[in-house]
């Protein structure tokens, strides 16, 4: 009987690990995005975002992307880019599984606008999304929209707000939604840093990440 009531109790513990997500623990996000002017309507994206299911550790996500953006105007901006994103589904750190790696294709328009004090800007974007998992290949295709809000606090520091819903193209309609608040700082003219709090909910899981942000926008345009 007390082997009986050992194995159960095993399984019980093993089954728990194996669910588990960390949805409990506080990730983070670390991450750089650069908008490098090359002509006077042209201009490179570049990020990187670097994921963890805890503080510092425990691999999460790894995304590179990049655009070319064209600048319909000061207020309006179309961009076409690919990103790379590589994925541990796994919170606890199992050795020789294989992540999930997605190659993703996307169209942007970005419209900005201000109202007193507050910047806004609207970011409509789809993906076409090439996943490959464990020698399985599927493509999936989603929309995005987020709205910023940006507030000045001085010459120097700023607040920065967002909310981002995706919208799949196939199977749950709702994928996930972002909310995000933070503290931003402009070092110097083209080089800004961002602190804070991202809320990342899905339809069975909801995280909470800190986020740490660089915005290096270097002028790349040859001097007259």
Not at 82 to 108: C, L, M, P, V, W
Not at 151 to 159: E, K, V, W
Not at 166 to 189: C, P
Request: charged share 25%.
């Amino acid at each position: 009987m007390k082997k009986i009531v050992f194995l159960i109790t095993l399984c019980m513990i093993t089954a728990t690990k194996a669910q588990e997500t960390g949805e409990d623990d506080w990730g983070s996000w670390y991450m750089y995005f650069g908008t490098n002017k090359i002509s006077d309507k042209l201009s490179i994206h570049s990020e990187a975002q670097f994921r963890y299911y805890e503080t510092a550790t425990n691999f999460n996500q790894l995304l590179l992307r990049t655009g070319l953006n064209y600048h319909i105007d000061e207020n309006a901006i179309a961009t076409i880019g690919y990103a790379y994103i590589g994925t541990d589904t796994s919170f606890e750190e199992i050795r020789n599984e294989e992540n999930t790696n997605e190659h993703r294709i996307f169209e942007q328009l970005i419209l900005k606008n201000k109202v007193g004090e507050f910047l806004f800007e609207h970011r409509y974007r789809l993906e076409q999304r090439f996943l490959e998992n464990q020698g399985a290949t599927d493509t999936e295709h989603r929309a995005r929209y987020r709205l910023q809000v940006t507030l000045p606090l001085t010459n120097t520091f700023f607040l920065n707000f967002y909310d981002e819903v995706f919208i799949n193209f196939q199977d749950q309609i709702f994928g996930q939604n972002r909310l995000y608040g933070a503290l931003g700082v402009h070092v110097t003219d083209n080089l800004s840093v961002q602190a804070g709090y991202l809320k990342n909910h899905f339809n069975t899981a909801n995280f909470d990440r800190m986020q740490f942000g660089i915005f290096f926008n270097p002028d790349l345009r040859k001097k007259k």
